[in-house]
């Protein structure tokens, strides 16, 4: 508690306090690096040929940071934190000292490990922490030790690290969440981004300073909100797109939540004006990689992107860059975007390294809400136009599931708990129907626009349309598990899941195999498949 009076005290600073001085040295191997740059999250100043910083600051932040230059790395606070920020910890008027040390490092060949939405809780009822240690942590390890044989390699975690829900309930807050992956032995250094339930639920009714007040826990974790490092010669930028409100009537079924652990998907000005400085000291030709939780453009849904205009202002201070890399989380969903007029953007959308948030039951998959397989991806940024690969934890290396929608309605009409589901929400899709006969449906969550889906029967073509229809995994793997006769799912779990990567077609027989092809547009085939027909359906479908 006195801590976060701490925060909320500095959160009030620039209003009733006056600024103070805030200076130290940036040093490598006992010697002074000159240039680098040194922020409180609202100014930005340089060292000095000596390696001093000195700047005039209010603390509002409550943190100073710097921007790592390329050729070093920032000596780490444990074994996957990187040191490049402290916190503020004096009144604003008591002059603090801060010192960095960094590390020289060869970074050419350097990767990097994406992982988002991992939803730890402690949470009994998911085993979500052994869940990861036990499945998701060996993958991740095999693909450092073989990114690590080019050079060096980082982790990026793309938000909602933990769950603001589940703090109270098992003890798991943002910090100790991280102290567990640290102790678990994650292989490399992680920087990162705040998501929307990387927040305290229990502090609420501060009106504007519940979203600065409601992060002291990431703070105290990962360092500031806003920051950037230099990597290889790229700079990377980390930046919060959620503006936490929880207000209104609180969570009573889980402890100290005192609001709706509602949000608003934005940026906020004042980091926007941050960004604007931060890039004033970067070249134009420089590589940008830009990482936030919330998706800047989202074609597929608009309930799961940042708010009207926010796109636009990001696109406009980056007016000088002819090409923006960006990688967001937040939709549990893998979607190649259609950036339309921000042709400098280029986006991608990982699934969560969840799956669902862990909510799959033993001995059934974990998938992402639109059916995806449990993923996180690697990228090599050692190439000129750096693409992130998709890595399943169960080790397929397919993007695609192709459904015989005959089998799925057999299945669909024998299992118990899909006839409560169809029950229950006569409005879902019922695949035991005779209007579902003969369909093929595709989920292929590698489509990208201007590739296209075809489907053929005895070497004709099908016509494939993109589906609204309910992804049949999904139902059997998170929502009919939590039905019997006398309860329903939870809320979240029936959610109408649009998946925005999914398409059918109906075939002439119900035994003729078909074929299923993806191609670019230039018309090179990415992927075929021919799936013989009858196709069994069940939990265990790959």
């Known amino acids: 508690m006195k801590r976060l009076l701490l925060f909320a005290a500095l959160a009030l600073a620039p209003f009733v306090l006056k600024a103070g001085v805030v200076k130290g040295r940036v040093m490598a191997q006992g010697k002074p690096l000159a240039g680098v740059q040194v922020s409180d999250g609202r100014q930005i100043v340089l060292t000095n040929a000596r390696g001093r910083y000195k700047m005039k600051t209010d603390k509002a932040d409550s943190i100073v940071f710097i921007t790592t230059p390329s050729g070093y790395k920032a000596e780490m606070i444990d074994a996957i934190r990187p040191g490049f920020w402290q916190s503020l910890t004096k009144p604003p008027r008591k002059r603090e000292v801060h010192n960095f040390n960094l590390v020289p490092e060869d970074q050419k060949g350097y990767s990097i490990i994406f992982i988002t939405d991992t939803h ?63 102790g678990a032995g994650y292989p490399c250094p992680i920087y990162s981004v705040t998501g929307n339930h990387d927040n305290d639920g ?16 990431y703070r105290h974790t990962w360092g500031p909100a806003c920051y950037s490092v230099n990597i290889g010669g790229d700079h990377w930028v980390f930046m919060d797109s959620v503006e936490y409100i929880n207000d209104g009537e609180p969570d009573a079924k889980h402890k100290n939540i005192n609001g709706r652990r509602n ?26 990689f830009f990482c936030c939780h919330v998706p800047v453009v989202n074609d597929a849904s608009k309930s799961e992107v940042l708010q009207p205009g926010q796109a636009e202002k990001l696109y406009e201070i980056f007016k000088d860059f002819p090409l923006v890399y960006i990688y967001s989380g937040h939709t549990h969903k893998h979607i190649n975007t259609d950036m339309g007029r921000f042709t400098r953007f280029r986006q991608f959308i990982f699934s969560a390294t969840s799956g669902s948030m862990w909510q799959h039951p033993e001995g059934y998959q974990a998938i992402g809400s639109d059916a995806c397989n449990q993923a996180f991806n690697v990228m090599d940024c050692s190439v000129k136009d750096p693409r992130p690969r998709y890595v399943a934890v169960n080790g397929s290396p397919k993007m695609m599931r192709v459904y015989d929608m005959n089998a799925v309605g057999q299945f669909y009409r024998n299992d118990p708990q899909c006839r409560i589901f169809h029950k229950l929400y006569p409005e879902r899709s019922w695949y035991a129907d005779p209007g579902f006969k003969n369909m093929i449906y595709v989920n292929y969550w590698g489509y990208a626009p201007g590739q296209k889906v075809e489907v053929f029967e005895a070497g004709k073509p099908l016509k494939v349309t993109r589906s609204k229809l309910d992804e049949p995994l999904y139902v059997i793997t998170y929502v009919t598990p939590k039905l019997d006769d006398d309860s329903v799912a939870s809320k979240s779990a029936m959610k109408d899941r649009k998946t925005p990567h999914s398409f059918v077609a109906t075939a002439t027989t119900a035994t003729a195999p078909v074929i299923v092809r993806v191609s670019d547009e230039s018309g090179t085939v990415l992927y075929e498949e021919t799936v013989t027909r009858p196709k069994t359906f069940n939990k265990d479908i790959q």
């Open 202 to 217: 229990a502090v609420a009714g501060l009106g504007e300073n519940t979203d600065f007040v409601s992060a002291w826990n």
């Open 120 to 182: 730890f809780a402690a949470d009994p009822s998911r085993n979500d922490l052994e869940r990861f240690k036990t499945t998701v942590l060996p993958v991740i390890q095999r693909e450092y030790e073989t990114a690590a044989a080019r050079g060096p390699v980082y982790s990026v975690n793309l938000g909602d690290f933990s769950h603001d829900r589940y703090w109270y309930d098992f003890g798991l807050n943002e910090y100790a969440a991280e102290q567990f992956l640290a």
């Open 263 to 288: 949000y608003n998907c934005r940026f906020l000005e004042k980091d926007l004006e941050w960004l604007r400085e931060d890039l004033k000291f970067v070249k134009p030709d420089t590589r940008i």
